[in-house]
T-cell receptor, first 115, second 115 residues
């Protein structure tokens, strides 16, 4: 089984400041990792994913994440945030190499960007 | 591409009645669809996985007789909440994959309120 821990439930930042949203996972097998964003009363939108290859993954809206296997982490970063980045962010994992495509989500981090 | 819609976006029903939520893949064939439930300010909890033409696979603790899932075609899955009660009030989100894929495309969600 897999589990995902998002270390911060809320992260307030000022506009144009950098931000890091932390995600750690636990799994007995190799996993693929995802970050999703959810705006109020909407579904989830994929920001980026790590399946293989370079551990630094770039996604939409200027976000990037780095997979660290030894630390079992997949932290999300953005060098300069905008008001429009205010949303809930979810880290998720799924076992790699199998036919089980179920996602296990973290509890989410609410990013609030203040002017 | 890869758009998933849900209908209705919100619904209010009386306790004891049943309500049906539709999930449609608009521009691709969804071989697998997932149904999630999300409580306020919490993460997504997978309820069930459905494959076209097969019975849904429910997660542990989910009442299959209460949450009826039908995946009748490659573009449509329905979730019927039978004999709804106030504790069933929640945000229900579906997602879909196209073929054997780790990327899920999410619908915008349906907010159910049972009075």
């Amino acid at each position: 089984a897999q589990s995902v821990t998002q270390l911060d439930s809320q992260v307030p930042v000022f506009e144009e400041a950098p931000v890091e949203l932390r995600c750690n996972y636990s799994s007995s097998v190799s996993v693929y990792l995802f970050w999703y964003v959810q705006y109020p009363n909407q579904g989830l939108q994929l920001l980026l994913k790590y399946l293989s290859g370079s551990t630094l993954v770039k996604g939409i809206n200027g976000f990037e994440a780095e997979f660290n296997k030894s630390q079992t982490s997949f932290h999300l970063r953005k060098p300069s945030v905008h008001i429009s980045d205010t949303a809930e962010y979810f880290c998720a994992v799924t076992p790699s190499g199998g036919s089980n495509y179920k996602l296990t989500f973290g509890k989410g981090t609410l990013l609030t960007v203040n002017p | 591409g890869a758009v998933v819609s849900q209908h209705p976006s919100w619904v209010i029903c009386k306790s004891g009645t049943s309500v049906k939520i539709e999930c449609r893949s608009l521009d691709f064939q969804a071989t697998t669809m997932f149904w999630y439930r999300q409580f306020p300010k919490q993460s997504l909890m997978l309820m069930a996985t459905s494959n076209e033409g097969s019975k849904a696979t429910y997660e542990q603790g989910v009442e299959k007789d209460k949450f009826l899932i039908n995946h009748a075609s490659l573009t449509l899955s329905t979730l019927t909440v039978t004999s709804a009660h106030p504790e069933d009030s929640s945000f229900y989100i579906c997602s879909a994959t196209s073929g054997p894929s780790y990327e899920q495309y999410f619908g915008p969600g349906t907010r159910l309120t049972v009075t």
